[in-house]
């Protein structure tokens, strides 16, 4: 199984000296590969990139026809899930000393509580956010949704626009603790997950999935009890109760395929812990220690929970995408196709080749019986790091410095680096890292007539970035 490293939870840096804990982050640009390639990653760095056809309804995206993402190619897409179009901006033609006189014109007009005032506080704050005075356009968010609750109720739409924009506005300050408290305001606004079900709710609860991935990633939600929690509510919104209405398609389809991203972050997260025995090495069940307290026996049960599901995550990823597959009607060729595909790469990641290769080879069947070459080439015509949903990509600051990388992705998705050069020089240290990550890292290979190929990418370019 590929076990990588991202980010910086504790399950990542034991026995890990100081430099190691300076995570490199090498962001990709593509020189001569797929443009539709998205992540691959290790123990030092992953690579970023934009990926312009993940799945008919994307991760961290709504479905079609309800607003494209701010961040594309990214797992970390967010902040846009409660958007139906472009985020609101100020008229060009519009000065500080305009917004002012409106905003006092609404106060002398309706009060202090008037619902007019709601939309010249907007202004006003997006004007500051334009400025780059983010301490006053969060004040003045602040109590543009202080209005709209007294005015249309805690839980109203009219606050959507406004809590996108607050998202929004807190990842462009790396306000990221604060970023986590407001999304959490943002699922409870929603309806934490519960039903009825309509396609804001669904939205809202995909987005708040997303974004426990990438605090998961950044440390922000790191304990076992945060990993297990975010499994959890993800599989009661895939349980159904027999009475309960089925889910749109589109939506059990994107909660199935956060599912599948849930199990890549687990299955890279929890290492079980092997016990030596005279015969053979087995799992233990269980790290409760004599007179553990009540907090220890939770930990200690939270962790066997975990360690339970990562035996299990093959297995558990393909059925849910073959449960999936099953309920998928035959003439919506490019959703199954998309499935089996995903089935490819969760075998492939998992380091099963020949399973991975049936499930690639059916997709693509699948899309040439339906004169579908464009997507055969978009999706197999180079190779594609995995997984190829960027899951484990988390922005950082690039620093940069430049590795240039020459190699070839066998017929099996393995790397071989060609060449590589740092700042247009030979290099070591850094290289020497690379080359081992990459020769960890699995690719979803290039294929010609059905088959899997070699393939050579003459050149990418990789920024180091430390986070």
């Known amino acids: 199984m590929s076990r990588t490293i991202t980010s910086l939870p504790d399950f990542h840096l034991r026995g890990m000296g100081y430099h190691a804990r300076l995570l490199l982050l090498l962001v990709l640009w593509v020189y001569a590969g797929s443009s539709n390639a998205s992540s691959a990653y290790g ?29 594309p190619g990214s797992e970390v897409e967010g902040d846009e899930l409660i958007a139906a179009s472009g985020e609101a901006e100020v008229s060009d033609a519009a000065s500080l000393s305009q917004l002012e006189q409106q905003l006092d014109d609404a106060r002398v007009q309706g009060g202090a509580y008037s619902q007019a005032l709601a939309e010249p506080l907007g202004d006003l704050a997006r004007y500051y956010r334009s400025q780059g005075d983010f301490a006053a356009a969060l004040s003045l968010y602040g109590q543009a949704l202080h209005n709209l609750r007294v005015n249309e109720g805690l839980y109203s739409e009219g606050q959507v626009p406004l809590v996108r924009e607050m998202l929004s506005l807190y990842r462009d300050a790396g306000e990221y603790e604060s970023l986590d408290d407001r999304y959490d305001y943002f699922f409870r606004l929603y309806g934490s997950g519960q039903p009825p079900y309509d396609d804001l709710r669904l939205r809202a609860v995909t987005e708040y999935l997303r974004w426990q991935r990438e605090a998961y990633l950044r440390g922000l939600r790191s304990s076992d009890r945060d990993l297990l929690t975010l499994f959890e509510r993800n599989s009661r919104l895939l349980r159904r109760n027999d009475d309960a209405p089925p889910l749109p398609p589109e939506w059990e389809q994107a909660l199935v395929l956060s599912q599948i991203q849930n199990l890549y972050v687990l299955a890279q997260a929890v290492e079980p812990l092997v016990v030596y025995g005279n015969a053979s090495n087995v799992f233990s069940n269980s790290r409760r220690l004599p007179g553990a307290g009540p907090d220890e026996q939770q930990q200690d049960f939270t962790r066997t929970r975990l360690e339970n599901i990562d035996r299990t995550v093959l297995a558990r990823g393909r059925r849910l995408m073959e449960d999936l597959l099953a309920k998928t009607p035959p003439d919506r060729v490019k959703q199954r196709a998309l499935l089996l595909r995903e089935l490819g790469d969760w075998y492939q990641w998992h380091e099963s080749s020949e399973r991975a290769m049936d499930y690639y080879q059916q997709s693509i069947a699948l899309l040439q019986g339906a004169q579908r070459s464009d997507l055969v080439e978009q999706w197999w015509g180079q190779p594609v790091e995995l997984p190829d949903s960027n899951v484990f990509v988390v922005p950082g600051q690039s620093s940069g410095d430049s590795l240039q990388v020459g190699m070839t992705v066998s017929a099996s998705g393995r790397v071989t680096v060609d060449s590589l050069a740092f700042n247009g020089a030979p290099t070591d240290n850094i290289g020497s890292r690379l080359r081992r990550e990459l020769d960890s890292t699995r690719f979803r290979p290039a294929f010609v007539n059905g088959e899997p190929v070699a393939a050579r990418i003459a050149r990418r370019d990789y920024r180091v970035q430390q986070r």
């Open 43 to 71: 123990r030092w760095f992953v690579l970023e990139t934009a990926n312009s056809d993940r799945a008919p309804v994307q991760l961290g995206a709504a479905p079609p026809g309800a607003g494209v993402a701010s961040h």
